[in-house]
Protein backbone atom coordinates (compact mmCIF):
# COMPACT_ATOMS: atom_id res chain seq x y z
CA UNK A 1 0.00 0.00 0.00
CA UNK A 2 1.37 3.60 -0.92
CA UNK A 3 1.75 6.50 1.62
CA UNK A 4 -1.01 7.86 -0.32
CA UNK A 5 -3.72 4.89 -0.15
CA UNK A 6 -2.46 4.92 3.40
CA UNK A 7 -3.42 8.32 4.13
CA UNK A 8 -6.81 7.98 2.18
CA UNK A 9 -7.56 5.18 4.39
CA UNK A 10 -7.01 6.66 7.75
CA UNK A 11 -9.00 9.46 6.30
CA UNK A 12 -12.09 7.35 5.78
CA UNK A 13 -11.53 5.77 9.08
CA UNK A 14 -12.00 9.26 10.86
CA UNK A 15 -15.13 9.85 9.28
CA UNK A 16 -18.25 8.85 10.87
CA UNK A 17 -20.59 6.68 8.83
CA UNK A 18 -23.52 6.17 11.20
CA UNK A 19 -25.55 8.85 10.03
CA UNK A 20 -26.08 7.29 6.42
CA UNK A 21 -29.63 6.19 5.32
CA UNK A 22 -30.60 2.48 5.73
CA UNK A 23 -31.15 1.14 2.09
CA UNK A 24 -34.09 -0.13 3.06
CA UNK A 25 -35.19 3.33 3.41
CA UNK A 26 -34.81 4.63 0.07
CA UNK A 27 -37.27 6.21 -2.35
CA UNK A 28 -36.73 4.08 -5.31
CA UNK A 29 -39.35 4.45 -7.94
CA UNK A 30 -40.63 1.65 -9.37
CA UNK A 31 -42.91 1.23 -12.35
CA UNK A 32 -43.63 -2.36 -13.57
CA UNK A 33 -45.16 -1.25 -16.62
CA UNK A 34 -41.80 0.70 -17.54
CA UNK A 35 -39.67 -2.45 -15.97
CA UNK A 36 -38.13 -5.04 -18.46
CA UNK A 37 -36.51 -8.32 -17.82
CA UNK A 38 -33.23 -7.57 -16.28
CA UNK A 39 -35.52 -4.70 -13.48
CA UNK A 40 -37.97 -7.07 -12.67
CA UNK A 41 -34.79 -9.90 -11.75
CA UNK A 42 -33.08 -7.27 -10.19
CA UNK A 43 -36.21 -6.21 -7.82
CA UNK A 44 -36.29 -9.73 -6.82
CA UNK A 45 -32.89 -10.27 -5.56
CA UNK A 46 -32.88 -6.58 -3.96
CA UNK A 47 -36.25 -8.37 -2.15
CA UNK A 48 -34.60 -11.45 -1.27
CA UNK A 49 -31.56 -9.68 -0.11
CA UNK A 50 -33.59 -7.70 2.28
CA UNK A 51 -35.28 -11.13 3.85
CA UNK A 52 -31.56 -12.19 4.35
CA UNK A 53 -30.89 -8.64 6.29
CA UNK A 54 -33.74 -9.19 7.96
CA UNK A 55 -33.21 -12.72 9.21
CA UNK A 56 -30.08 -12.06 10.29
CA UNK A 57 -30.68 -8.88 12.70
CA UNK A 58 -33.54 -11.15 13.90
CA UNK A 59 -31.48 -14.04 14.76
CA UNK A 60 -28.53 -11.52 16.47
CA UNK A 61 -26.07 -11.35 13.79
CA UNK A 62 -24.47 -8.75 12.48
Partial sequence: MTKANDNALND???QNFGDLPIAENEDVEFSEELADEDDRVANERAAQ???????SAENGQS
Avoid: M, S, T
Avoid at 49 to 55: E, F, H, I, Q, Y
Fill in 12 to 14: LEK
Fill in 49 to 55: ADKRVKG
